[in-house]
Structure formats: structure tokens, C-alpha cells
Nanobody, 126 residues
Framework: QVPLVESGGGLGQTGGSLRLSCAAS????????MGWFLQAPGKERDVVAV????????YYVDSVKGRFTISRGNAKNTVHLQMSDLKPEDTAVYYC???????????????????WGQGTQVTVSS
């Protein structure tokens, strides 16, 4: 079974907003850092945002600072990515991931996170 499931993707407009959600099946995120990664066509999978296991610290890639917010839901098995001021360059498949690695300054690599969702497509029209 897929350990994480993303939802909330779809078509957004430039300057608009989308809210992505991630839910775990049969377990919680309590002891894991949670990350959102993206993979654009023809590009490597790259980090977008990471939330530390205790929820006290966050990391954002420069291109989304001030626009995206990662947060845990009230349910302990949920995490969200609020995407605002969308740009066409945000178009990609977004993946939710869980792991034990966290750094306030990065870098992050996908292979540092053992648990992944199937991804959700985000397309931003111009």
C-alpha cells in the first residue's frame, strides 16, 4: 500500500492559490520530518518545503519563500502545502515525503526520505 497520499492538485491560475494535502494510512507523522518535493518535466526531483518532526522549524526553497506554507493539520496524519501567488514555473508533480533528516539550511535530496506518496499534478496557466 502507498504510505502517503496527496490530494488538492489541479489547474491554477497565475496569481491564484491551491492547497495540497497529504495523509498517511495506518500511521502518523509524529516522529518524522515532512517534506514536499516537486518534479517538473525533464527535471530532477527537488525540495520545495520541509517541516521538522516537532513542527517548530521550516525550510523553503528560495523560489517559494513568501508564497508557500507547509503545515501540519489538526489530525496527526496530515500535512498541507498552501500555495499562493502561483506562477507558471510552479507547474510540476508534487510529492509528499516523510523521513528523519532535517536541516534548517539544506541541502535536501529525495533519497534521504524513505516514505513517499504517488504525487499530485499542479498546472498553473499563464
Amino acid at each position: 500500500q502507498v504510505p502517503l497520499v496527496e490530494s488538492g492538485g489541479g489547474l491554477g491560475q497565475t496569481g491564484g492559490s491551491l492547497r495540497l494535502s497529504c495523509a498517511a494510512s495506518g500511521w502518523t507523522f509524529s516522529n518524522y520530518a515532512m517534506g514536499w518535493f516537486l518534479q517538473a518535466p525533464g527535471k530532477e526531483r527537488d525540495v520545495v518545503a520541509v517541516l521538522s518532526a516537532d513542527g517548530s522549524s521550516t525550510y523553503y526553497v528560495d523560489s517559494v519563500k513568501g508564497r508557500f506554507t507547509i503545515s501540519r493539520g489538526n489530525a496527526k496524519n496530515t500535512v498541507h502545502l498552501q500555495m499562493s501567488d502561483l506562477k507558471p514555473e510552479d507547474t510540476a508533480v508534487y510529492y509528499c515525503a516523510a523521513g528523519t533528516y532535517y536541516s534548517i539550511s539544506g541541502p535536501y535530496h529525495p533519497n534521504e526520505y524513505p516514505y513517499w506518496g504517488q504525487g499530485t499534478q499542479v498546472t498553473v496557466s499563464s
